[in-house]
C-alpha cells in the first residue's frame, strides 16, 4: 500500500491549507485512515483519524479549526486545516491501517508564520 500526501505549505496564523493523502490500494474503504504531525524536537502525534464508516477524532489542540474527510471513491483522505497558528507547524503524515498492518506516507511540511 502507497500513501502519497500533498498539499503542505506555508501560510501565516491565520490562514489555511487542505492535505490530501491519496491511497493505491482498491480496498481503501476498508481502511482506518488518519493525519499525524512531527515538530521539530518532538515526538509525532495524531492529528485527526477517521475509521471506515466515517467516525472521525481529533486531538484537542485542533478541535473545531482541523476537519478530517475520505472520498472512497478516489481513494483519499483529507485534513482541512483552518485558524492555523505558529504551533502548528510541523511534517504532516498520512496514515493508513489495513487489518492489523500500519502504513504511512512520506509526510508533507506545514509551516505558519506569526
Known amino acids: 500500500v502507497q500513501l502519497q500526501a500533498s498539499g503542505g505549505g506555508s501560510v501565516q496564523a491565520g490562514g489555511s491549507l487542505r492535505l490530501t493523502c491519496a491511497a493505491s490500494?482498491?480496498?481503501?474503504?476498508?481502511?482506518?485512515m488518519g493525519w499525524y504531525r512531527q515538530a521539530p524536537g518532538k515526538q509525532r502525534e495524531l492529528v485527526a483519524t477517521?475509521?471506515?464508516?466515517?467516525?472521525?477524532n481529533y486531538a484537542d489542540s485542533v478541535k473545531g479549526r482541523f476537519t478530517i474527510s475520505r472520498d472512497n471513491a478516489k481513494n483519499t483522505v483529507s485534513l482541512q486545516m483552518n485558524s492555523l497558528k505558529p504551533e502548528d507547524t510541523a511534517v504532516y503524515y498520512c496514515?493508513?491501517?489495513?487489518?492489523?498492518?500500519?502504513?504511512w506516507g512520506q509526510g508533507t511540511l506545514v509551516t505558519v508564520s506569526s
Open positions: 496514515n493508513g491501517i489495513k487489518g492489523l498492518s500500519p502504513y
Open positions: 490500494d482498491r480496498t481503501f474503504s476498508s481502511f482506518a
Open positions: 477517521i475509521t471506515s464508516g466515517g467516525s472521525t
